[in-house]
């Protein structure tokens, strides 16, 4: 049986810019089960960074429910937020977002020093994390002294430090040349495959398409849902 992850249901998200009114996010509805591998695709302006925004519990919806994995966190203050993303979402950005003067290592257990887990422990995790990106003997480099594909392997690291519910991608390969990206997005596929649950957002289809379901939104609504059914050599195709 598939157990839900994140329900949003009705969801809408109003700004304010002087007399208008701005629909971001219109009446969103959808799903995402754990395990799944979910692409969320869409031109600018569609509403899909509201969206993401909302889904890793960045920002509030302005009506409607979102449930993450059974709690109601549409309702929630600034801390309460901040302490569901801190514990169940790990962030993968498009600029890697590292400290440039901290080993990778020293980056990648910066959450667990967030969340006061002592220096053995967060250490070992950081080194686990860093060996399952494929990075064990690039500990103590900085990220300067690393290529794109590294540093953004660094951040996927990070990510996974926390042992999060989900991670939650945006453009991870938007500052990468086709080569090293298609190596970072084989990764993700690696982590899904491991029974995380990735949800990627991204405006380019060929990327989208690594995913098991695309989610495709316009003017703040979603305007197709879909299932991809791969088999193992599709989706070995897609990733070479």
Known sequence: ????????????????????????????????????YVS??????????TLMNILGCLDTPTSGLYLFEGENVSDMNDNQLAEIRNRKIGFVFQTFNLLPRSTALHNVELPLIYAGVRKAERLERAKIALEKVGLGDRMEHKPNELSGGQRQRVAIARALVTNPSIILADEP?????????????????????????IILVTHEQEIAENANRIIKIRDGLIESDTELKKSKSETENVNA
């Open 1 to 36: 049986m598939n157990e839900n992850i994140i329900k949003i249901e009705h969801i809408a998200k109003v700004y304010t810019v002087g007399i208008e009114k701005v629909y971001a996010l219109r009446d969103v509805s959808l799903e995402i089960n754990r395990n799944e």
């Open 173 to 197: 390969t938007g500052n990468l040349d086709s080569k090293t990206g298609n190596e970072i997005m084989k990764l993700f596929k690696e982590l899904h495959d491991n029974g995380n649950t």
């Open 40 to 49: 969320i695709m869409g031109p600018s302006g569609s509403g899909k960074s």
